[in-house]
């Protein structure tokens, strides 16, 4: 699978909004709890075998 780096656009409540940063207007939706605990807005995320870290 191929690897991709998100930023997160912003937070509404148990849910991110994600923002492909290879594409333009490319935005993810996804609960909370698939994310590595500690995100915030602005932090930059690496999407590899199914798996989110930090960058």
């Given at each position: ?25 490319d ?6 709890a ?15 075998n ?6």
């Amino acid at each position: 699978m191929e690897e991709k780096t998100y930023r997160i656009k912003r937070i509404e409540g148990e849910y991110a909004y994600l923002e492909l940063l290879d594409a333009a207007e490319d935005e993810l939706f996804i609960a909370m709890a698939l994310l590595p605990t500690g995100v915030d807005i602005g932090d930059l995320l690496k999407f590899s075998n199914f798996e989110f870290t930090i960058l």
